[in-house]
C-alpha cells in the first residue's frame, strides 16, 4: 500500500511516503520554499500544505499522485475541544476549518490525489508511531510530549506487536511545550524555533529558581500539572538584541532542570506501567538532548532511542506507519535520517558548469577534505541525500578543526546564530568512548549530550560547551565510509579523531538542499571549500 503522509496544521510542514511498510521518502516544506520551519504555527496558516515536499516524495518513488492509496493527516480535528485553555482564543475554530478541509486543499496543490483515501490521525498518536514503529527493536514503551496536539500535550504508551496501547495523556492547558516556548519568547527569542537557545542558555548558570519553580511545575499520576507563571517575577522581559542578564541565564537553567526532572518521573511512571526494556520519544520536548541524556543516564530503561525528526515534521512520517501497523503492515525500522534529495555526479557537474565556477575532481576526495581542516580552513559538505529532521548528519553539513576554539564564534557568524550556541563533534563511533562519557554510544542522530573527558577537552575546546558536554554524532564506517575515511585521515594529519560537524546554512535559512543552495550559501558565507559529490570548489586565494 502506498501511504503519504502529511504534516500540515502547525509549523515544519513535511511529507513522507511509506511503501508496503518501508519509508521511501521524507522532506520538509522548508528545504524547498527556504522559508525556515515552512510556516508560522499561526491558526490562519494552517491551510498551507507541503505540496512541494509531497509532489517531490512521489517523483522519488516514480508514482503519480493517482497512485497513493491513503493520504494520512498528523491531525484529528475532531478531537479539538474549543472550551480548553491552551488553545488560540479567537482562533481555534478557523484552525479547526482549515485542518477538516486539509484534504481538498491537497488536492488543489497535488492534482490527481483525489483518488486517494483521507485519514486523519491523532497528532500524538503520529508523534507515537514515528518512534515506536521506526525504532530499531519491537515491543516498546513510548512517550510523546510537545506544545499540543489537539487538545493534549503529552501521551505515555506501549507498542506490542505494533499496535499502541495509551496508558495516559495530559489534556490541555497543562503542557511542557508550552510552558517551554513562553519561556524562549519571555527571554528574547523566537517561540516554537528558537528553543534549542534556551537550553545552550541554561549551561552558563546555576539553577537558582529551581526550588520555587518547581512548586509550578508538579508531577501527577501518568501526567503534571502547570500553575500560570509569572515570568517577571522570576527575570525581566528580554527583548530581541537586549543585554543577556544572569537572571535570564539563572532562570533558562531553573526550567530546564524541572523539565529534566518530570520527564525522569514520567518515564519511571512508564516503565513500572509497562516493563518495557526500550523507550522511543517523539515529539518537540525529545529533541531536548540534554533532557534525553538524563533520561538515557538515570532512567529505568535498557536502552532509549528518539525519533530523528522527533518535531512536528516526523509526524508526517507517523501518520503513514500508524495507517500502514492499522492496515497490518509489516513496518521496517528506519536505516537512517537520509531520506531527502539527492542529486547525481551529472546534476551536480551540470549545475558547476552552468554557475561557471572552476572546481576539480580530487583523486581523493577524503585526503583533500582533510588536509584543508587540518589547515583550519571551513568545509562545506554536500553528499548523498539530505536529512530529515533538524540536524545535519554528515550530509548537508560545514565542518571545521576542533581544536581550535575560535571555529565557534567564526561558524556562528556564518550561521547568524547566537555566540554562546555550541557547535558539535561528529567521531566514528569505535572511537567514541575514547572521547566521550555519559551518554548513549553510539549516537548516530545528535540527540543526546556527552561528557568530554578531562584530558580531551583541551585538545578539542570547539566543540566543548561551557558545562563540559559536547552533543555528539556518532559515524558508522560501514554506513559512512567516506565521512569515516575523512575522519581517519584528519585524525592522521593531527592526532584528532573529531571534526566540528554542524548545519550547512546561511542566516535565518533552512539547511541547504539543492547544489545551488550550496552554491548560493558558498558565495556568500567565509567557506573555504566547498565538496559537491565528487567535485571540490575552491574559494579564490584560498591556498592548497
Not at 409 to 414: H, I, P
Request: glycine share 10%.
Amino acid at each position: 500500500m502506498r501511504i503519504l503522509g502529511i504534516n500540515s496544521v502547525f509549523h515544519d510542514p513535511a511529507a513522507v511516503l511509506v511503501v508496503d511498510g518501508d519509508v521511501v521518502a521524507a522532506a520538509e516544506e522548508e528545504r524547498f520554499s527556504r522559508r525556515k520551519h515552512g510556516k508560522q504555527p499561526v491558526p490562519f496558516a494552517a491551510w498551507e500544505q507541503p505540496d512541494r515536499a509531497a509532489g517531490w516524495c512521489l517523483r522519488e518513488a516514480g508514482i503519480s499522485a493517482a497512485d497513493v492509496d491513503v493520504v494520512a493527516f498528523s491531525y484529528e480535528p475532531a478531537l479539538v475541544d474549543n472550551g480548553l485553555e491552551g488553545l488560540d482564543p479567537g482562533w481555534e475554530d478557523l484552525r479547526t476549518a482549515y485542518a477538516e478541509r486539509a484534504p481538498r486543499f491537497l488536492r488543489t496543490a497535488l492534482p490527481g490525489i483525489e483518488h486517494a483515501r483521507s485519514r486523519f490521525v491523532p497528532h500524538h498518536y503520529a508523534h507515537a508511531a514515528s518512534a515506536g514503529l521506526a525504532a530499531p527493536f519491537g515491543d516498546c514503551a513510548v512517550l510523546t510530549a510537545d506544545g499540543r496536539g489537539e487538545s493534549t500535550s503529552m501521551l505515555a504508551g506501549e507498542y506490542r506487536y505494533g499496535k499502541l496501547e495509551v496508558h495516559a495523556r495530559q489534556r490541555l492547558p497543562h503542557s511542557l511545550g508550552l510552558m517551554y516556548e513562553e519561556l524562549t519568547e519571555h527571554l528574547g527569542f523566537h517561540r516554537s524555533g528558537d528553543e534549542y537557545e534556551v537550553m545552550a542558555l541554561a549551561a552558563y548558570a546555576k539553577p537558582a529558581q529551581l526550588s520555587g519553580f518547581a512548586e509550578h511545575v508538579r508531577v501527577t499520576d501518568g501526567g503534571f500539572t502547570i500553575a500560570p507563571i509569572d515570568w517577571e517575577q522570576w527575570a525581566p522581559r528580554r527583548r530581541p538584541g537586549d543585554e543577556m542578564l544572569p537572571a535570564h541565564a539563572e532562570l533558562a537553567a531553573s526550567v530546564q532542570v524541572r523539565l529534566e526532572e518530570v520527564l525522569l518521573e514520567l518515564t519511571r511512571w512508564l516503565h513500572d506501567r509497562t516493563g518495557q526494556r526500550h523507550l522511543t520519544m517523539a515529539g518537540g520536548i525529545a529533541l531536548n538532548c540534554v533532557a534525553n541524556t538524563r533520561i538515557a543516564d538515570e532512567g529505568p530503561f535498557d536502552e532509549v532511542w528518539v525519533q530523528p525528526a522527533a518535531g512536528d515534521a516526523g509526524t508526517a512520517l507517523g501518520a503513514a506507519l500508524h495507517v500502514a501497523a492499522e492496515s497490518g503492515e509489516a513496518i521496517r525500522p528506519m536505516s537512517g535520517a537520509d531520506l531527502g534529495r539527492g542529486f547525481g555526479e551529472a546534476e551536480l557537474a551540470a549545475r558547476l558548469d552552468a554557475a561557471r565556477i572552476p572546481y576539480e575532481r580530487p583523486d581523493d576526495l577524503a585526503e583533500e577534505v582533510a588536509e584543508s581542516l587540518a589547515r583550519n580552513e571551513i568545509v562545506g559538505w554536500f553528499e548523498g541525500r539530505s536529512e530529515f529532521g533538524p540536524r545535519a548528519l554528515g550530509h548537508r553539513s560545514l565542518l571545521a578543526h576542533p581544536g581550535h576554539a575560535g571555529n565557534v564564534e567564526r561558524l556562528n557568524d556564518v550561521k547568524g546564530r547566537e555566540r554562546f550556541r555550541p557547535i558539535a563533534p561528529m567521531v566514528l563511533t569505535e572511537r567514541a568512548p575514547e572521547l566521550f562519557g555519559r551518554g548513549p554510544i553510539p549516537s548516530p542522530y545528535m540527540l543526546f549530550v556527552h561528557d568530554v573527558a578531562e584530558e580531551w577537552r583541551d585538545r578539542i575546546p570547539a566543540v566543548v560547551h561551557v558545562d563540559g558536554t559536547a552533543r555528539i554524532q556518532t559515524v558508522d564506517r560501514h554506513r559512512e565510509p567516506l565521512l569515516a575515511r575523512v575522519l581517519d585521515a584528519f585524525a592522521a594529519r593531527t592526532g584528532l579523531p573529531t571534526v566540528v560537524n554542524t548545519s550547512f546554512n546561511p542566516p535565518g535559512r533552512p539547511m541547504v538542499d539543492t547544489p545551488v543552495d550550496a552554491l548560493e550559501c558558498f558565495g556568500s558565507a567565509p567557506i573555504d571549500l566547498l565538496v559537491l559529490g565528487p567535485f571540490a570548489v575552491r574559494r579564490a586565494g584560498v591556498r592548497r
